[in-house]
């Protein structure tokens, strides 16, 4: 196994280092401290995992992991950063990365998330599963129909085409056709076998 190791404090390298080094003895790891020697390393051999900081001295100007994926598209890249936010997290998975650990994890964590991200999954914090579902909104309940659109529905539930009820209601087929549009979305379906059998089940 190869690994490279990005980030700018001297200490967290070496112990980081140890901590993978235990686990796998002959794991093969380069350890360097800036986005720049990372990007050099991976033009001599690309590793199986890099193990990334965010805040890099020499990557202010564009994301680490932008960079990573541009020198190699198909690399896996875990992110280990202090930033424990839903917008770091966020922007890291959405340019790339298939995984975000905050340096405070313990190791148990830290060797469970290389293990997941080295056999092709992804890893997040359990409070960023959190926050973004407190985040989503609740779905749209559907709104009242019209009594136009009650009758038009009511024709639907009989199975009559729009120009049928066009007939039978007197207006134009182009007219039926906005009343079915309009009950469809109200009802939160594109389907008007569908509706029909909302109608039915709200009697």
């Given at each position: 196994?190869?690994?490279?190791?990005i980030d700018?404090?001297?200490?967290?390298?070496?112990?980081?280092?140890?901590?993978?080094?235990?686990?796998?003895?002959?794991?093969?790891?380069?350890?360097?401290?800036t986005?720049?020697?990372?990007?050099?390393?991976?033009?001599?051999?690309?590793?199986?995992?890099?193990?990334?900081?965010?805040?890099?001295?020499?990557?202010?100007?564009?994301?680490?992991?932008?960079?990573?994926?541009?020198?190699?598209?198909?690399?896996?890249?875990?992110?280990?950063?202090?930033?424990?936010?839903?917008?770091?997290?966020?922007?890291?998975?959405?340019?790339?990365?298939?995984?975000?650990?905050?340096?405070?994890?313990?190791?148990?964590?830290?060797?469970?998330?290389l293990?997941?991200?080295?056999?092709?999954?992804?890893?997040v914090?359990?409070?960023?599963?959190?926050?973004?579902?407190?985040?989503?909104?609740?779905?749209?309940?559907?709104?009242?129909?019209?009594?136009?659109?009650?009758?038009?529905?009511?024709?639907?539930?009989?199975?009559?085409?729009?120009?049928?009820?066009?007939?039978?209601?007197?207006?134009?087929?182009?007219?039926?056709?906005?009343?079915?549009?309009?009950?469809?979305?109200?009802?939160?379906?594109?389907?008007?076998?569908?509706?029909?059998?909302?109608?039915?089940?709200?009697?």
């Open positions: 196994m190869r690994l490279l190791l700018d404090h001297t200490l967290f390298r070496a112990g980081l280092a140890r901590i993978v080094q235990f686990w796998q003895p002959e794991a093969s790891i380069r350890a360097v401290g986005l720049g020697e990372g990007l050099r390393c991976l033009g001599e051999a690309l590793p199986d995992l890099v193990l990334l900081d965010l805040s890099l001295p020499d990557a202010r100007s564009v994301h680490p992991v932008t960079s990573l994926r541009a020198a190699a598209p198909t690399l896996p890249i875990l992110v280990i950063s202090m930033l424990e936010t839903a917008e770091a997290v966020s922007e890291a998975l959405r340019l790339g990365a298939r995984g975000y650990v905050h340096k405070t994890e313990d190791e148990a964590v830290m060797l469970q998330a293990r997941l991200v080295l056999a092709g999954g992804s890893v914090p359990g409070w960023y599963e959190q926050r973004r579902s407190a985040m989503v909104p609740p779905a749209p309940q559907p709104g009242p129909l019209s009594p136009r659109q009650h009758e038009v529905l009511g024709l639907i539930e009989q199975g009559r085409s729009n120009k049928e009820i066009a007939r039978s209601l007197g207006i134009a087929e182009a007219t039926v056709k906005i009343h079915v549009h309009n009950l469809l979305k109200a009802l939160g379906t594109d389907s008007r076998q569908k509706a029909a059998y909302l109608s039915r089940q709200g009697r």
